[in-house]
């Protein structure tokens, strides 16, 4: 799953761009920054 991420992310927006490391979690934190983070998960 972490692979395709990385391999995702090069497709769409670029190599120069893609993640050396991919953390999968179960939530996200109730911060403005997490709530934030989400509505953009969301959208990808």
């Known amino acids: ?3 395709e991420t ?3 992310v ?3 927006v670029g190599s120069i761009t893609a993640p ?3 953390e999968v979690v179960t ?3 109730k911060t403005r920054s ?3 983070m989400c509505r953009v ?3 990808v």
Do not use: P
């Open 1 to 3: 799953m972490k692979k």
């Open 6 to 8: 990385i391999q995702i």
């Open 10 to 12: 090069r497709d769409d």
């Open 20 to 22: 050396k490391t991919v």
């Open 27 to 29: 939530t996200l934190h």
């Open 34 to 36: 997490g709530k934030i």
């Open 41 to 43: 998960l969301k959208c």
